[in-house]
Structure formats: C-alpha cells, structure tokens
C-alpha cells in the first residue's frame, strides 16, 4: 500500500525557516517524480514544487521561489521542504503527492495526510 | 500561467441527482487535465487523469469528457460520499501544475 506521511509542520515566526519531511512506503520511491502542494486555510490547492525521480532537477512556484528548496533522499525514501523566509502568506497545510507513472503524466495519484505550517508573531 | 476556472463554485444536487461540474482553462491544455475530490480534513483524491480516465478504484458514476480549454466531470446518481469540492488541474506544462478554485457539491 502506497503511504507518503508529512511531517515538521509547526508554529513559525515571520522570516523563520521550517523544514518538511515525507516519509515514503509502498512504492519504488527512486523512480517517481514527487511534488508539495499547499492549501491555505479555507482556500483551494496550489503547487508548490517538484522534483524529478533522481533529484536532479528541481522546479519551484515563482511565489516560493528563492525562498524555499526541495530535495529528496531516494536512501531514505524521503522527500522534502526547506522553508525560508517565511510570511504570513505561506501559512497552509502541506501535502506531499506522487507523480502519477508514465511518460506524460503530470497528474497527482497518491497524496500525504498534509502538514500544517503557521507563521504568526 | 494557465489560469483554470471552475463553475459553478457551489452546486446543490439532490442525492441521486446527477452533477454536472465545468473546468476551463485560459489555453489548451490538450487532454492534461484530472479531477480530484478533497473532504473537510482530509487529502485530495484523485478521480479522473487524462481527462476522461478513471483513477484505480474510482465508482462508474464519475467521468470526464472534454479537451483543449473546455472540461466536464459528470457524477451520476450522486450518493451522500460524494458530497465534498472538486478541484481540476492541468498538467500540460508539467511541472507547473495550476488547480481550479474547486466546486462544492453540496446536499440540496
């Protein structure tokens, strides 16, 4: 059974840093591409970034690009979220997801129980 | 960016009713395009990919037509579990993915 379960999540003040992890199971983790999607409260889903299968190419949202950087350890079958800078517009419950298989896919086929971040003085 | 919009943003249907739910996008999105289902308090799931084709262990009442801007996920004969917002999202220019605000189906 496919698992990706986040953790990390956590009250942080404006311009700290917070970092994600995603724990994966189930699945041959080195060969999918993995992203982080975020949902502010009451709002709707928005990518975050993406990383391919062997983490040699990264991809990040203009809105957290610079600011954040995501990685992975195919080793420990762990991805995750280095958060910098934080602002209070960030504050979201995050998810991790699977690329779904194939050449052309792009759609999410397995996500995480999502992890909080608050950012608040 | 490709901006996807969805309507109606609220839908109340009657339990089984059919739901009708549309997705546009600003540019062709060819048939990039899936549907996903959330519920209060917990993750997305993945209903439909490729526009038209269900996901692993997704119900015959779900299904998606559509391609290039225009997208339609249909829920036939709408039973009290699938009441929660739908959210589509194309993936043409992968790995940058855009949602819809979502749609809410909501009990009539």
């Known amino acids: 059974e496919v698992q990706l379960v986040e953790s990390g999540g956590d009250l942080v003040q404006p311009g700290g840093s917070l970092r994600l992890s995603c724990a994966a199971s189930?699945?041959?983790?080195?060969?999918?591409?993995m992203h982080w999607v975020r949902q502010a409260p009451g709002k709707g889903l928005e990518y975050v970034s993406a990383?391919?299968?062997?983490?040699?190419?990264?991809y990040h949202a203009d809105s957290v690009k610079g600011r954040f950087t995501i990685s992975r350890d195919n080793s420990k079958n762990t991805l995750y979220l280095q958060m910098g800078s934080l602002r209070a517009e960030d504050m979201a419950v995050y998810y991790c997801?699977?690329?779904?298989?194939?050449?052309?896919?792009?759609?999410?086929?397995?996500w995480g129980q999502g992890t909080l971040v608050t950012v608040s003085s | 960016e490709i901006v996807m919009t969805q309507s109606p943003v609220t839908l109340s249907v009657s339990p089984g009713e059919r739901a009708t739910l549309s997705c546009r996008a600003s540019q062709s999105v060819s048939s990039n395009l899936a549907w996903y289902q959330q519920k209060p308090g917990q993750a997305p799931r993945l209903l439909i990919y490729?526009?038209?084709t269900r996901a692993t262990g997704i119900p015959a009442r779900f299904s998606g037509s559509g391609s290039g801007t225009e997208f339609t996920l249909t829920i036939t004969s709408l039973q009290s579990e699938d009441f929660a917002v739908y959210y589509c999202q194309q993936y043409n220019n992968w790995p940058s993915l855009t949602f819809g605000g979502g749609t809410k189906v909501e009990i009539k």
């Open positions: 990383i391919s299968s062997n983490g040699g190419s990264t």
């Open positions: 490729g526009a038209s």
């Open positions: 997801a699977r690329r779904g298989p194939g050449y052309g896919s792009g759609w999410l086929d397995y």
């Open positions: 189930g699945f041959t983790f080195s060969t999918y591409a």
